[in-house]
């Protein structure tokens, strides 16, 4: 019973040489028979459903996996860097990795206890305008009527939607940063192994345009978190001078917003706005004015130079994917919105429309 079976060993072990381990590959199946085209067909049906379930139910964590593969890809040139210039890839994987704990350490160290003060005063003076919204003779009485702005106040300052938020964002930003630092440790192999997919006689051509999004990506992350840095600076100096509470904090919130092309800059605007408000009229109204006037200076001077024209997505393409991507994951889909775009312009640009235009 077992004779079949001992045959096949045998076979098996004169199959086997140091070329050939685990043997050399047979014939090919027939693609055309209706068995093989009929099984392709079903697996391919089932195995996209089970795909598009799996998205569905994982896409939260799908997010935060492309936004740390980002983050690497926008590292990764900093370990390039390094590696020129003598170091091996560990090392300089180590180097930059260690870089990013402490700059981001550093500055929570910095902020975090300032920025809890602030934003416990924030709450503070929101409680207080909850009770002034009670008013029914005054202009937020009159509002909170019609947009029901106690009970929005009220959930602001309420500590459980804000505890799950706090600490969603904390769980989310650890899980991105733990990511990121697997993903640049080993950024090489994945790129390798991506590339392996592309059928051989395309490879050469995959590379480039692959090593072209890549360099995009990297210009834009490492670019508009720059520009976000400064705007957040900005944002401090010019409440500080004009004496607006909570400096700090809406500094924070700028920067963190201005990460987001477009409705971050509105939102962020909006925020500071209604916060130099309490203050005085004009106090807001100077504020908006300053702020204004950078943000001119950041999308003519400071975008061109630090980023360049790494990554040229007209601004109608950028409006609607911030939008596609905010309504499909939220911020964090706004984030990498932007060079998500730029990467499927640069592949229409070079494989669709001459493919289309030699058909």
Not at 62 to 78: D, K, N, R, S, Y
Not at 144 to 157: A, F, H, K, S
Not at 302 to 329: D, E, H, M, N, Q
Request: charged content about 15%.
């Amino acid at each position: 019973m077992g004779e079949p079976v001992a045959r096949a060993e045998k076979e098996a072990e004169s199959l086997c040489d140091a070329r050939s381990p685990l043997g050399r590959p047979g014939r090919p199946m027939d693609r055309r028979s209706a068995l093989f085209v009929g099984f392709v067909g079903a697996v391919g049906v089932l195995g996209a459903l089970f795909a598009a379930f799996l998205v569905v139910r994982a896409a939260e964590v799908l997010v935060l996996m492309l936004i740390a593969f980002f983050v690497a890809v926008g590292l990764h040139p900093a370990v390039t860097w390094l590696t020129r210039r003598g170091l091996r890839h560990a090392l300089a994987t180590t180097v930059v990795t260690l870089g990013m704990v402490v700059v981001v350490a550093g500055f929570l160290t910095a902020t975090v206890v300032p920025l809890v003060d602030q934003a416990d005063q924030l709450a503070v003076r929101l409680r207080e305008l909850a009770g002034t919204a009670r008013d029914g003779d005054s202009l937020l009485g009159r509002l909170n009527r019609q947009l029901d702005l106690e009970r929005q106040l009220t959930g602001l300052v309420s500590g459980g939607a804000g505890m799950r938020a706090a600490v969603e964002a904390v769980t989310g930003t650890f899980l991105v940063l733990v990511l990121s630092v697997y993903f640049l440790a080993d950024f090489q192999r994945i790129r390798t192994t991506l590339y392996r997919l592309v059928p051989a006689r395309r490879r050469p051509r995959a590379i480039l345009i692959g090593d072209q999004i890549y360099a995009r990506i990297g210009a834009y992350l490492l670019g508009n978190v720059v520009v976000s840095l400064v705007s957040g600076l900005v944002t401090f100096t010019c409440l500080v001078a004009f004496g607006v509470p909570y400096a700090l904090f809406l500094a924070i919130v700028v920067a963190v917003l201005d990460l987001v092309p477009v409705l971050g800059t509105l939102v962020a605007a909006v925020a500071v706005a209604a916060v130099a408000l309490t203050v005085s009229v004009p106090v807001c109204v100077g504020v908006l004015a300053v702020l204004g006037a950078y943000k001119v200076i950041e999308d003519y001077v400071l975008l061109p130079k630090v980023i360049g024209r790494a990554v040229s997505v007209p601004a109608v393409v950028t409006v609607v994917a911030v939008v596609l991507g905010g309504v499909l994951a939220g911020v964090a889909g706004a984030l990498v919105s932007v060079p998500v775009a730029a990467a499927l312009l640069l592949v229409l640009r070079e494989v669709s429309v001459p493919w289309l235009d030699r058909s």
